[in-house]
């Protein structure tokens, strides 16, 4: 919803999945560290398949982030820096793991979208196409979600209708350009 209105966003699931590209030194690692059979038949990461070897298994999963989190966190560097290049005054940095990755006070202000633990359920099994018990495990490996409402700015409550969370996005992206003295209308509704 942001990006709707303008705002730059840089993805942090999209960079994991640039960092561990065919060809990277990101793959390479992730299958010396785990092996051929994490490839797909098309030589990409099967990210289901490694989901399912990281997700409960805390070694693993340390192992897999000492390799993409490192790069992701450069990538995200020199996405940033394009961006004050280029004269923009803000962006949103999107990242599921901001707190555990300890980025809060970098990257504050803070907007968390909250949810019901049973809606975040449905919405990782939906988005990740994985059993219920895949995405606890998912769900698990994050802290709370309590807990991070808790660290939050802005709260977001993602449980009406689309018009609604819109609305909310759109009050808690021009409180903080005000907070910023960034004239909201640079991203027009």
């Known amino acids: 919803m942001l990006r709707d209105r303008g705002l730059p966003v840089i993805d942090a699931d999209q960079l994991a999945r640039e960092v561990v590209a065919p060809g990277s030194e990101g ?21 289901k398949l490694v989901a399912s070897k990281v997700f409960g298994n805390e070694s693993a999963r340390r192992t897999l982030n000492s390799i993409t989190h490192p790069r992701v966190g450069a990538l995200a ?7 004050e290049g280029r004269g923009e005054p803000l962006a949103c940095y999107e990242v ?56 939050a700015d802005y709260v977001v409550v993602n449980t009406g209708d689309l018009e609604e969370t819109r609305r ?16 909201p209308a640079r991203y027009p509704r």
């Open 96 to 151: 599921p793991l901001l707190v555990e990755g300890g980025l809060v006070d970098a990257l504050r202000p803070v907007v968390v979208v909250d949810v019901p633990p049973a809606v975040q359920l449905a919405r990782t099994m939906t988005r990740d196409g994985c059993t219920e018990d895949e995405a606890r495990a998912r769900i698990a490996a994050q802290l709370p979600l309590e807990k991070k409402v808790e660290i």
């Open 27 to 47: 793959l390479r690692d992730i299958v010396r560290e785990f092996g051929e059979e994490v490839l797909d038949a098309s030589g990409a990461l099967d990210r």
């Open 168 to 183: 909310q996005a759109d009050a808690t992206l021009d409180q903080i350009c005000r907070s910023l003295e960034i004239d």
């Open 77 to 83: 560097r020199d996405r940033t820096q394009a961006l």
